[in-house]
Each structure stands twice: as C-alpha cells, then as structure tokens.
C-alpha cells in the first residue's frame, strides 16, 4: 500500500477550505482507492480523502456535511465532491 505524501493532503485540505469555508478545521480520513490503468510497472495509486463536519443550521438543527476529494499520489486532483 502506497503512502499519500503530507504535502498532499495540504494542499487537499486548501481546496475544500477555499471551496467549503464551513469546513475549515476538518480533517480527513485517507484510503487508497487503487492504482489507476490495468497492471504493470509505473501505475501510480489514487487516494480519496474525506472530510466530514456536522455544520449548525439556522433553524438550529445540524447538517453532516461530507467532501471527498479524490486525489493522485503525484498530488493532481482528479475529483471533488459534496454532500448538501
């Protein structure tokens, strides 16, 4: 199983605070998701790191917010993704 480097996971948590403020403090669970392409030397893994926060409404309930970003082991963001 591959590594995902800390830097990485910066920058992850960077994008979903630029794109989520309420987000901001969250942090992630990482897995490996796999390697892309079909065997062979020089496949490079893919990680998914999710971010889970419960975010306080106006009405006074409480929403679970989930962003998933699935990122490379070289660091390119591949997807990123939200629950309402």
Do not use: W, Y
Not at 32 to 60: C, H, M, Y
Request: glycine content about 12%; proline content about 7%; charged content about 25%.
């Amino acid at each position: 199983m591959s590594e995902l480097a800390p830097e990485h996971v910066a920058k992850a948590k960077r994008i979903v605070c630029a794109e989520f403020p309420e987000m901001t403090g969250a942090e992630p669970a990482v897995s490996e998701k796999g390697a892309r392409g079909k065997g062979g030397p020089g496949n490079a893994s893919i990680f998914v790191l999710t971010f889970q926060k419960n975010i306080p409404l106006p009405d006074g309930g409480r929403l679970t917010r989930v962003v998933r970003v699935t990122i490379g082991q070289e660091g390119e963001v591949i997807k990123l993704t939200s629950s309402k």
